[in-house]
């Protein structure tokens, strides 16, 4: 079975920063899209970055600049780094891998609080 485990969530004061890791177990991820989503009380989840297995990337408007996604296909992890957060930021972000080709096998791990204070 598929397992996604983030961690490097917390509390940090707006303009600072905070890397978050995924640690994925269980398959092969090569044939993955990897990504982050977020959700905040009230409001739907969104997709905040998504990285490619041949390490393309795509961010929400609201993050570009500010966040970056990578990946270690060897070690199985996706990251993301977050700098100049911003109170709105505030969520809990989940880590999420997605087939390629088969829709069913999409995963997401149980999420890590982000929480920027202003």
């Known amino acids: 079975?598929?397992?996604?485990?983030?961690?490097?969530?917390?509390?940090?004061?707006?303009?600072?920063?905070?890397?978050?890791?995924?640690?994925?177990?269980?398959?092969?991820?090569?044939?993955?899209?990897?990504?982050?989503?977020?959700?905040a009380p009230g409001k739907q989840r969104e997709l905040v970055a998504i990285v490619t297995s041949g390490s393309a990337t795509t961010y929400a408007e609201s993050v570009k600049g500010r966040f970056t996604i990578s990946r270690d296909n060897a070690k199985n992890m996706v990251y993301l780094q977050m700098n100049n957060l911003k109170p709105e930021d505030t969520a809990?972000?989940?880590?999420?891998?997605?087939?390629v080709f088969v829709p069913s096998r999409v995963y997401w791990?149980?999420?890590?609080?982000?929480?920027?204070?202003?």
Do not use: D, I, K, P
């Open 92 to 99: 809990v972000y989940c880590c999420n891998v997605r087939h």
């Open 1 to 39: 079975q598929v397992q996604l485990v983030e961690s490097g969530g917390g509390l940090v004061q707006s303009g600072g920063s905070l890397s978050l890791s995924c640690a994925a177990s269980g398959s092969n991820f090569n044939s993955y899209t990897m990504g982050w989503y977020r959700q």
């Open 109 to 118: 791990g149980a999420g890590t609080q982000v929480t920027v204070s202003s």
